[in-house]
Structure formats: structure tokens, C-alpha cells
């Protein structure tokens, strides 16, 4: 039981750390390590003396004599003291019995992380300290009232930013000693740090956005390319498309398999209905050029039927028509009709092209200003 000198009163515990360092942030099995400088302080009347100073305990052996609180970290998968060069602790003990105890410990911490907004995310890990026996009627756990919680200024994460380290309580009521018919209930003191992480955006801008940006990019190339070029056309959109899988594939492999929708999922599923909007419009720019092909073709069989012989024989491809590959002194009348409907699908393409160069970059402007808009909005620290 707790050594306090009014055994109906609780037994008052203040707690508080200082942060050394941080880092090992694991996505895949929402981890992270923290090393940490543990401080607590409480009333032992047991350990009153007679000296005018505090009483250094320094020795392992003596510390392992004194009844310490049962306090222990929740959320941590492992956890272990420095004993190099020395069991790094120590303690004071004031003549009125007031003991304060520090030691160092690094603590392997689960993180349950919300990827909904990866890789433009804020993230809160939360450090939960409880009392593993004693209920809060008999050990009152507190922060520290000044500072409790404090970090290493020099802490630089090469994935987050630190936004802020705060503290916050998370007492409740708990089942323990179960046996196999019956529990007890009690109420237990419970401490709740909360380290607040923005994600570091540069390494994604480099390595994702920007690159599938420009693949798409790309793709619009086929707009300028001549229309009658359909191996060009597909290939390249074909390519472009593969592209951007294989990259969007490549960041999964660092992600759990999480079952939503993340930020970055919505950037690439856009970006992948670019590049199909461009095998479609393209796939409408082929089907006017095939319509003129062949009234091209029935005019030219028409007008040699016809008797005429052609005065210019030119290939030739124009931005702003395209009809006929021949041109005959004395038309029919039936081939000028044909060749007329010719010209006018194949100018329906070129309109298709046109559009398609100017429509394509403003709606994934328009696409992006809504998605970094709505994404780079950064949440009150206080929730």
C-alpha cells in the first residue's frame, strides 16, 4: 500500500518527463521510440530523518528497498532503464519525508495513426501513464503543476514537426484482478501526454506530386500530335498511364494496408482519370477521323468513276483542315458532297484537339487549387 501519513487521504503523486529524443516512426506497425527523462514526486513519512539537507540515493541496491509508485506507461510494447554507465537514476529525499525520483528510459510507443490525409496529416501519439494497482481512493496520480511535460528543443524529425507536447488526463473506471467469475471495479488515476506531429511535406512534393503532376502533363502532348498518328497517340498515353501505377504502387509499399481512401490515393486516382480522359478523347478524335477517311476514300473512288483526273496530288496535314488527300479540276456531284462531310468530321477532330488543349489543364488547375486548399487547412492544436 501506499506509505502516505493519513492512510483515509490518497497518496499524492506528481509526474512529469522531458523529452531527449524522438524518432523511429514506423507507419507499418504505428510505432515510435521516445527516450525520456521520467521525474515523480510523493510524500513518504517512513522517510523522514534528521538531516538539515536532501539525502542522495544513488545505488541500485538501496532503490530497490524503497517502495516506488506503481506507475507504468499503457501504451508502451516495450520499455527499458540505461544502466550504462550506471543505473542512470536518482533520488532526493527531503527531511520532511517529500522523495523525488528521476531515471532515464527509453519506451517503444504505439501510435495509432489516422492516414486519411496522408501524407498531408497531423497526427496525435498519445504517452498514457497509470497506476497498474492501486486505485485513485488510495494513489492520486497529478502533472507536475509547472511544465510537466517538456522536449528537447534540438529534436529534428526528419518526417514530422513537432507542433506542441501538452498533457491532459484520461482517469476512468477499470476492471482488474479478474478470476473467472467475478472483477473489481475502481476508478484509477491516468495521465495522457499528447505529442502533436505535422507531417513534413518536402520529401512527398518531391517524390509524388510533382512527378505525377508532370505525367500527366505529358499525357496532353497527344492533343498536338497529328491526328491520323494512332500508334503515337495510344503509346503514349498507354506509357503515362503505366507510369503513374507503377510510381502509386511504390508508396503503397510503405503504408499498411489501411481500408480507406487516403490523400495521396485521391491525388493519383485523379491524375489515373486524366490520363484515361485522354485515351477517351482521343478515342472520339479517331472516330471522326475514320468517318472522314472513308467518305475521303468513296469521294476519290466516285470521282475516278467519274472520269476526272486530278490536278494537285498532295499529302498534307493542317491545323485547321483536312480533307481530301486529291483534288480534281471537274468535281462530281455526289464526290464534292462526299468530300465535304470529309472535311467537316475531320474538323470535328480538330475541334475535339483544340478544346482538349485548353479544357484538360484548367480542370486539373481548378482540381488542384480545391484538393490544397481543402488538405493544407491545419486543425486547432487544442482538439
Same mark, same amino acid.
Given at each position: 500500500?501506499?506509505r502516505n501519513?493519513n492512510p483515509?487521504e490518497?497518496?499524492?503523486?506528481?509526474?512529469g518527463f522531458?523529452?531527449?529524443?524522438?524518432?523511429?516512426?514506423?507507419?507499418?506497425?504505428?510505432?515510435?521510440?521516445?527516450?525520456?527523462?521520467?521525474?515523480m514526486?510523493?510524500?513518504?513519512d517512513?522517510?523522514? +530523518?534528521?538531516?538539515?539537507?536532501h539525502?542522495?540515493?544513488?545505488?541500485k541496491?538501496?532503490?530497490?528497498?524503497?517502495?516506488?509508485?506503481?506507475?507504468?506507461?499503457?501504451?508502451?510494447?516495450?520499455?527499458y532503464f540505461?544502466?550504462?554507465?550506471?543505473h542512470?537514476f536518482n533520488?532526493f529525499?527531503?527531511?520532511q519525508?517529500t522523495?523525488?525520483?528521476?531515471?532515464?528510459?527509453?519506451?517503444?510507443?504505439?501510435c495509432?495513426?489516422d492516414?486519411?490525409?496522408?501524407?498531408?496529416?497531423?497526427?496525435t501519439c498519445y504517452?498514457?501513464?497509470?497506476?497498474y494497482?492501486h486505485?485513485?481512493?488510495?494513489m492520486?496520480?497529478?502533472?507536475?503543476?509547472?511544465?510537466p511535460?517538456?522536449?528537447?528543443?534540438?529534436?529534428?524529425?526528419p518526417?514530422f514537426h513537432?507542433?506542441?507536447?501538452?498533457?491532459?488526463?484520461?482517469?476512468?473506471?477499470f476492471?482488474?484482478?479478474?478470476? +473467472?467469475?467475478?472483477?473489481?471495479?475502481?476508478?484509477?488515476?491516468c495521465?495522457?501526454?499528447?505529442?502533436?506531429?505535422?507531417?513534413?511535406i518536402?520529401?512527398?512534393?518531391?517524390q509524388?506530386?510533382?512527378p505525377?503532376?508532370?505525367?500527366?502533363?505529358i499525357?496532353?502532348?497527344?492533343?498536338?500530335?497529328?491526328?491520323?498518328?494512332?500508334?503515337?497517340?495510344v503509346?503514349?498515353?498507354?506509357?503515362?498511364?503505366?507510369?503513374?501505377?507503377?510510381?502509386?504502387?511504390g508508396i503503397?509499399y510503405?503504408?499498411?494496408?489501411?481500408?480507406y481512401?487516403?490523400a495521396?490515393?485521391?491525388?493519383?486516382?485523379?491524375?489515373?482519370?486524366?490520363i484515361?480522359?485522354?485515351?477517351l478523347?482521343?478515342?472520339?478524335?479517331?472516330?471522326?477521323?475514320?468517318?472522314a477517311?472513308?467518305?475521303?476514300h468513296?469521294a476519290?473512288k @466516285?470521282q475516278?468513276?467519274?472520269?476526272?483526273k486530278?490536278?494537285?496530288a498532295a499529302?498534307?496535314?493542317?491545323?485547321?483542315?483536312?480533307?481530301?488527300t486529291k483534288?480534281?479540276?471537274?468535281?462530281?456531284?455526289?464526290?464534292?458532297?462526299?468530300?465535304?462531310?470529309?472535311?467537316?468530321?475531320?474538323?470535328?477532330?480538330?475541334? @475535339?484537339?483544340?478544346a482538349?488543349?485548353f479544357a484538360?489543364?484548367?480542370?486539373?488547375a481548378?482540381?488542384?487549387?480545391?484538393?490544397?486548399?481543402?488538405?493544407?487547412?491545419?486543425?486547432?492544436?487544442?482538439?
Open positions: 500500500m501506499p501519513g483515509k490518497p497518496l499524492q503523486v506528481h509526474f522531458y523529452v531527449e529524443s524522438l524518432g523511429n516512426f514506423r507507419a507499418t506497425e504505428m510505432t515510435y521510440d521516445m527516450d525520456m527523462y521520467l521525474y514526486s510523493w510524500q513518504d517512513t522517510m523522514k +530523518h534528521n538531516g538539515s539537507e539525502v542522495l540515493v544513488n545505488d541496491d538501496v532503490l530497490d528497498k524503497i517502495w516506488l509508485p506503481d506507475l507504468y506507461f499503457a501504451n508502451a510494447r516495450t520499455a540505461h544502466k550504462v554507465t550506471v542512470n533520488m529525499i527531503s527531511p519525508g522523495v523525488s525520483y528521476g531515471t532515464r528510459v527509453t519506451l517503444n510507443l504505439a495509432n495513426l492516414l486519411k490525409d496522408y501524407p498531408l496529416d497531423y497526427q504517452i498514457k501513464v497509470i497506476s494497482a486505485v485513485k481512493n488510495e492520486n496520480v497529478t502533472w507536475f503543476p509547472n511544465d511535460i517538456r522536449f528537447n528543443p534540438e529534436i529534428d524529425l518526417e513537432i507542433r506542441a507536447l501538452d498533457k491532459d488526463y484520461c482517469n476512468g473506471v476492471l482488474y484482478t479478474l478470476t +473467472h467469475n467475478s472483477s473489481r471495479v475502481g476508478e484509477f488515476s495521465l495522457l501526454g499528447m505529442l502533436k506531429l505535422k507531417r513534413a518536402g520529401f512527398h512534393l518531391v509524388s506530386y510533382i505525377t503532376a508532370l505525367i500527366v502533363a499525357s496532353w502532348v497527344s492533343f498536338w500530335i497529328d491526328r491520323r498518328a494512332v500508334p503515337a497517340r503509346s503514349l498515353s498507354f506509357t503515362t498511364l503505366l507510369t503513374l501505377s507503377t510510381q502509386g504502387n503503397r510503405a503504408l499498411p494496408a489501411v481500408s481512401a487516403k495521396i490515393d485521391y491525388f493519383y486516382g485523379v491524375c489515373m482519370l486524366f484515361f480522359g485522354v485515351l478523347e482521343f478515342a472520339m478524335v479517331n472516330s471522326y477521323m475514320r468517318r477517311n472513308k467518305y475521303n468513296m476519290e @466516285i475516278s468513276a467519274y472520269g476526272g486530278p490536278i494537285i499529302d498534307y496535314d493542317s491545323d485547321y483542315e483536312e480533307g481530301p483534288y480534281y479540276g471537274n468535281l462530281n456531284k455526289n464526290s464534292a458532297h462526299l468530300m465535304y462531310k470529309a472535311l467537316k468530321f475531320s474538323r470535328k477532330a480538330l475541334s @475535339i484537339d483544340k482538349a488543349r484538360f489543364p484548367c480542370v486539373f481548378i482540381f488542384n487549387v480545391f484538393y490544397w486548399m481543402y488538405y493544407l487547412r491545419e486543425p486547432p492544436l487544442m482538439d
